[in-house]
């Protein structure tokens, strides 16, 4: 069982910068795949960043590239997401999720992943 609590979400002007960090329980999370998920209103949960068990392979979604950093730190049980350049469109609920598979990359389906966070809100103001 994992349980994972994201912070960080909050306004912040478009251009500006956020790092939503996500807490993980449990010791098993270095077994874990991580993946960043944002919903903004009226559509679709969609993968915007996740990161493989040991922090070897990583995914961006094509709107993110460049301007969004995932990393974990394993021993204090965290994923971060470090978002750059942030703009309106990034606004969204951001939930961190963990997937049990433990291979050389990162699946992007959200079916995949076993646990879920309750989300933490990012507003871009223009």
């Known amino acids: 069982q994992v349980q994972l609590v994201e912070s960080g979400g909050r306004l912040v002007q478009a251009g500006g910068s956020l790092r939503l960090s996500c807490a993980a329980s449990?010791?098993?999370?270095?077994?874990?795949?991580m993946g960043w998920f944002r919903q903004a209103p009226g559509k679709e949960r969609e993968l915007v960043a996740a990161i493989n068990w040991n922090g070897g392979k990583t995914f961006y979604t094509n709107s993110v590239e460049g301007r969004f950093t995932i990393g974990r730190d394993n021993a204090k049980n965290t994923v971060y997401l470090q978002m750059n350049s942030l703009k309106p469109e990034d606004t969204a609920v951001y939930y961190c999720?963990?997937?049990?598979?433990?291979?050389?990359?990162?699946?992007?389906?959200?079916?995949?992943?076993?646990?879920w966070g309750q989300g933490t809100q990012v507003t871009v103001s223009s």
């Open positions: 999720a963990a997937d049990s598979y433990t291979g050389d990359y990162v699946r992007r389906g959200s079916n995949v992943y076993d646990y």
């Open positions: 449990g010791r098993t999370f270095s077994r874990y795949a």
